[in-house]
């Protein structure tokens, strides 16, 4: 679908692109004659991402770009060489590369996935079937896509929703901008995290390659350098031209006299070759002088009908009562409405609040605006709008850029076990349901079978509860279900006014490609390149986001970090008042803590918890432990 093809080249994304258990054990089933048996194995997650309620899915493009190049080119020359001198076998290396490639004799693998923009714990990502050995080799690719960009992603929309959220502050709604390029980790990944975040809904990127292969807005600003390089940040010398006299120069074409005032004045000089877009930043020296110097040009700049999009950036310091500042000198040096228009002209700004403030530049048509960078995350933005913030760009470098990945894993749940050297399986023989048991940490257990899930919806449309399922079991004929939280927690099936099962088809059981792709547009105006428009993709998200519980969709800083910075102060106080001894009141911190993250009730159909059991017995009988009772993570808390 395109945006693997348009970062790495065939050889960097070929069948290679593996880790080696999937060659030691692939060679393992095709000595055994197993290699084409049939198998089921399903990706899917342990828990939400970011501590939240919810994870956003974004790496299946990616998936289906790397199953088209293999069937497409199986291995490269390089690779069989390479593999040879591994010690495998050329036949083994042969079946391997007619195996993955398209033919008579080519890869038929079935894919589903998750046809929802969000998924939780346990649902079935992305369904994959066909010859044991070639299957599993696409595990650990997929998983690093899928990982990637479902971490970006999920920040990308969790961010959207604290920046797009009504505040009882006033703060204004805004949007944060992808500016990760220079904090790394890798030229590839700068590009792949543009593309997971701005489909998580961010709504630009600075890193120009992105912005033009995937469509997006490019957005930037000027840097301390600029200023630096510059004689004055504003010149105020005696006769000092302005913006006005500065484009009078240009319009008469009086090129050396400009020329030799630009160098003196970093903010005009900016302003005179980005007159109608630009952001002008305010702390390279002295942040509250920068705030003046950059109002002083924005008048100037709509004193000529020009400068209409134009802010002011804080990348240090108190970013929030720098822009409560800039938004009152706004207000304070408007004059006949060129700031602020919606500010009555004969108002007393000093007896307004900056909630009172906050509402005129709403109300206000091209109200100047305020950008913040430095350090910004989820939680950081959030508390700054909380607190009044008047800011409406968010440049979020390390934040963005660094994403942890989700997490998601790839379980075996199926395989026709003898072997078959190539055959079909036996008319009336299916494939033994198989399942990882970890009974000291339950969390890491699989399901297994042909997993698929369901999900059941409220009469207010919002998402009460999903059943995990076997598709060739179908639902427990007494619609028993099982909470995969709390095992000894059964009940009926309580149903809802409306559900779906999750997964649609990718590649059908020929390894026909079969998927209905997400909208695309040009990646610029008048391009006949298509890709994928990560706007609608944002859009669609925000949608179903909105199918979710309040609570479930909640976005609060984790208690365990609130904690750990809370215990941090009273050791400090207790250290800095000689006290040996650290007491502090449960109770108290208790009531301090945000509220524990809601989820979205998760059960297993009956029949599926009963193949799950069979399987724990098969393996366990004989074990120190009666299998797997509860589900929690190992570092969950509750």
């Given at each position: 679908m395109g945006y693997i093809a348009d970062i790495y080249t065939m050889e960097q994304t070929s069948p290679t692109?593996?880790?080696?258990?999937?060659?030691?054990?692939?060679?393992?089933?095709?000595?055994?004659?197993?290699?084409?048996?049939?198998?089921?194995?399903?990706?899917?997650?342990?828990?939400?991402?970011?501590?939240?309620?919810?994870?956003?899915?974004?790496?299946?493009?990616?998936?289906?770009?790397?199953?088209?190049?293999?069937?497409?080119?199986?291995?490269?020359?390089?690779?069989?060489?390479?593999?040879?001198?591994?010690?495998?076998?050329?036949?083994?290396?042969?079946?391997?590369?007619?195996?993955?490639?398209?033919?008579?004799?080519?890869?038929?693998?079935?894919?589903?996935?998750?046809?929802?923009?969000?998924?939780?714990?346990?649902?079935?990502?992305?369904?994959?079937?066909?010859?044991?050995?070639?299957?599993?080799?696409?595990?650990?690719?997929?998983?690093?896509?899928?990982?990637?960009?479902?971490?970006?992603?999920?920040?990308?929309?969790?961010?959207?929703?604290?920046?797009?959220?009504?505040?009882?502050?006033?703060?204004?709604?805004?949007?944060?901008?992808?500016?990760?390029?220079?904090?790394?980790?890798?030229?590839?990944?700068?590009?792949?995290?543009?593309?997971?975040?701005?489909?998580?809904?961010?709504?630009?990127?600075?890193?120009?390659?992105?912005?033009?292969?995937?469509?997006?807005?490019?957005?930037?600003?000027?840097?301390?350098?600029?200023?630096?390089?510059?004689?004055?940040?504003?010149?105020?010398?005696?006769?000092?031209?302005?913006?006005?006299?500065?484009?009078?120069?240009?319009?008469?074409?009086?090129?050396?006299?400009?020329?030799?005032?630009?160098?003196?004045?970093?903010?005009?000089?900016?302003?005179?070759?980005?007159?109608?877009?630009?952001?002008?930043?305010?702390?390279?020296?002295?942040?509250?002088?920068?705030?003046?110097?950059?109002?002083?040009?924005?008048?100037?700049?709509?004193?000529?009908?020009?400068?209409?999009?134009?802010?002011?950036?804080?990348?240090?310091?108190?970013?929030?009562?720098?822009?409560?500042?800039?938004?009152?000198?706004?207000?304070?040096?408007?004059?006949?409405?060129?700031?602020?228009?919606?500010?009555?002209?004969?108002?007393?700004?000093?007896?307004?609040?900056?909630?009172?403030?906050?509402?005129?530049a709403e109300k206000s048509s091209e109200p100047p605006f305020c950008s913040a960078s430095d350090g910004i995350d989820v939680y950081t933005a959030q508390q700054m709008r909380r607190d009044g913030a008047y800011v409406r760009s968010w440049g979020v470098g390390t934040g963005g850029s660094h994403v942890k990945p989700v997490g998601l894993v790839q379980k075996l749940a199926a395989f026709y076990m003898k072997p078959l050297n190539g055959k079909p399986v036996p008319e009336g023989e299916t494939l033994t349901p198989l399942m990882k048991i970890v009974s000291g940490a339950p969390a890491k257990s699989s399901n297994p079978g042909n997993i698929n899930s369901r999900r059941f919806y409220d009469d207010h449309g919002k998402l009460s509860h999903i059943v995990i399922f076997d598709e060739d079991l179908g639902f427990d004929p007494k619609n028993e279900i099982v909470n995969l939280r709390d095992f000894s927690e059964k009940k009926i099936n309580p149903g809802g006014a409306s559900f779906y099962d999750i997964l649609e088809p990718v590649f059908d059981a020929e390894g026909r490609y079969v998927y209905q792709e997400p909208p695309k547009k040009p990646d610029h105006p008048g391009s006949s390149y298509m890709v994928t428009d990560l706007d609608h993709a944002a859009r669609d998200i925000k949608a179903e986001l909105n199918t979710l519980p309040d609570d479930v969709r909640r976005i609060e800083r984790p208690r365990d970090e609130v904690l750990s910075e809370m215990l941090m102060k009273e050791f400090a106080k207790a250290r800095k008042e000689g006290r040996d001894v650290l007491s502090v009141n449960i109770h108290d911190i208790e009531q301090q803590l945000p509220p524990p993250q809601a989820h979205v009730p998760i059960y297993l159909d009956g029949l599926l918890y009963e193949q799950r059991v069979a399987c724990e017995q098969k393996h366990l009988h004989k074990a120190t432990v009666s299998g797997v009772g509860t589900y929690n993570e190992r570092f969950e808390h509750k």
């Open positions: 692109m593996t880790d080696r258990y999937h060659f030691t054990t692939g060679y393992g089933y095709w000595v055994e004659g197993r290699a084409d048996n049939p198998a089921i194995l399903y990706i899917y997650g342990r828990k939400e991402a970011e501590g939240g309620g919810y994870t956003v899915e974004a790496g299946l493009e990616g998936i289906i770009d790397i199953i088209k190049r293999w069937k497409d080119y199986g291995l490269t020359g390089e690779d069989r060489q390479w593999l040879a001198d591994q010690g495998y076998p050329d036949e083994y290396i042969e079946y391997v590369n007619n195996g993955l490639k398209d033919g008579k004799d080519g890869l038929k693998i079935q894919v589903d996935a998750c046809k929802t923009k969000l998924f939780f714990p346990q649902e079935p990502v992305v369904r994959i079937k066909g010859p044991m050995s070639l299957i599993k080799m696409l595990e650990s690719v997929n998983l690093c896509l899928e990982n990637g960009q479902a971490g970006y992603a999920t920040h990308g929309a969790r961010m959207a929703e604290v920046l797009e959220a009504d505040m009882e502050s006033g703060a204004p709604k805004g949007g944060a901008s992808v500016q990760g390029l220079r904090r790394g980790p890798a030229l590839g990944a700068a590009l792949e995290a543009s593309r997971g975040l701005s489909y998580g809904g961010y709504k630009s990127t600075s890193t120009g390659r992105a912005a033009e292969m995937q469509g997006t807005r490019f957005a930037g600003t000027m840097d301390h350098a600029w200023v630096e390089s510059h004689l004055y940040q504003l010149n105020k010398e005696p006769g000092a031209p302005t913006m006005k006299d500065l484009f009078r120069m240009k319009e008469e074409g009086r090129v050396e006299e400009y020329q030799s005032w630009l160098w003196k004045d970093a903010f005009r000089a900016y302003a005179f070759t980005n007159p109608n877009n630009g952001i002008l930043l305010t702390d390279t020296y002295d942040t509250p002088g920068g705030i003046e110097d950059a109002i002083t040009v924005i008048k100037e700049l709509r004193e000529l009908g020009l400068g209409k999009n134009y802010g002011m950036r804080f990348d240090s310091g108190d970013l929030t009562g720098f822009s409560k500042l800039a938004l009152l000198r706004l207000a304070e040096r408007n004059e006949n409405g060129d700031l602020l228009d919606a500010l009555p002209p004969d108002i007393d700004v000093s007896k307004l609040s900056n909630k009172d403030l906050l509402l005129y």
